[in-house]
């Protein structure tokens, strides 16, 4: 359920990475008893024996081919076809990374691509940008620069009249900025801008079998560094601590990630609180968050008790592992996306806790791939009817204010028989891995 999505986007003129941190990026952090010595090169981190014991995943990561992206370019022209639009022009970020592979995130300086609906892409990039992004550019060769005194999107103008649609449609990405759109807008005055959703997401929430293994790699290893986390866990430990396991095991793992972790009432809050935070015997510590491998991402929510649970925390856990179950047999091609919400919902305000959103407080999911959050949502509402090879976060919750919360998410995938879960559920509050 991570609202951390956008957090780890790097600047403005860094590339995104799915690359190992270094030795040296590891924080310090002193631990408990069981903790023991990290390797040299880190012998200052204080790292438990499961955090030490996690492996590197790189030979299991398959990036995605230029073939494929190619494909996408094509299914993306031909879906251009069918919505009506001549052109969609997209800016540097995510999408651009899922048709190109440019690894490029925008400032206020454009820098972007205008994919016509026949022949090669043509990117606009600022002239002392030009060479670097030469060193990326796969897929066409048609780059137009413009200086700093010059305008970019008299360029896109001039693009799409030489594509003969200076007055026809031109499809404009859902994360282009609003200052940018005006500008396209103002240049072309006779075009008419239309959203590319139909486009972006039409491509997108279909995951090609290529990335459906770059994302188990991603919800594996999050899992596993869950379960490190667990078995190292003890009383009076911080967030503190717990961030520097996270930060240290993906990178034992040659990957980037976080999670956040809340503790005791906090787990109340879905997105739980900065606030300082113990964690005690008894008292539920709820973890969330995932990983980058190769661009393609993980979500994954484990809530948990160091020791004995009360007894009302295991009926409100038995609660949510149902409710999440029920969604998952909901979730099988041509059900509407509200229909997997209600399911995981029925099950929630059945056995008290409701009525609507009174304890179950946010939507069942969202779409996830290259972004955290993408199309599209699982959420009363939407009549969207579910495709194989979507995928969703499944992720019901019960929230009690003033006591603690309970959520259980996993991220699944949608087969032509039902979906299937990337990870095992959770099997207890007391013992979530076995």
Known sequence: MSNRHDAM??????????????????????????????????ADVKLPASILA?????????????????GRLARAQELMGRSGMDAIYLDGGTTLDYFTGMRWWTSERLMGMLLPRSGDPVYVTPAFERSRALEQIRFGHDVRTWQENESPYALIAQAMREKGAGTGVLGIEDKVPFFRSSGLAQAMPQARLVSATPVTAGCRAIKSPAELALMQVACDATLALYKAIWQGLEPGMTQQHIASWVEAGYARMGLRGEASVNVGSYTAQPHGSREPQVIREGTPVMLDDGCYVEGYMSDLTRTFTLGKA????????DIVRKAQQAAL???HPGATMESVDAAARKVIVDAGYGPGYKYFSHRLGHGIGMDMHEWYYLVQGNTRRIEPGMT?????????????????EDDMHVTADGARWFTPQSLSIERPFG
């Open 9 to 42: 986007h790097p600047g403005r003129r860094r590339f995104l990475q799915s690359t190992a941190l270094g030795a040296a990026a590891l924080p310090m952090a002193m631990l408990g008893g069981n903790a023991v010595a990290a390797e040299a090169g880190a």
């Open 54 to 70: 996690l492996q590197p995943v790189k030979s299991q990561v398959v990036p995605i081919t230029d073939d494929e992206r190619r």
């Open 310 to 317: 009360s007894d009302k925390m295991k009926r409100v856990f």
């Open 329 to 331: 047999a909901a979730a």
């Open 392 to 408: 969703f976060s499944d992720e019901p919750g019960i929230y009690i204010p003033g006591e603690f919360g309970v959520r259980l």
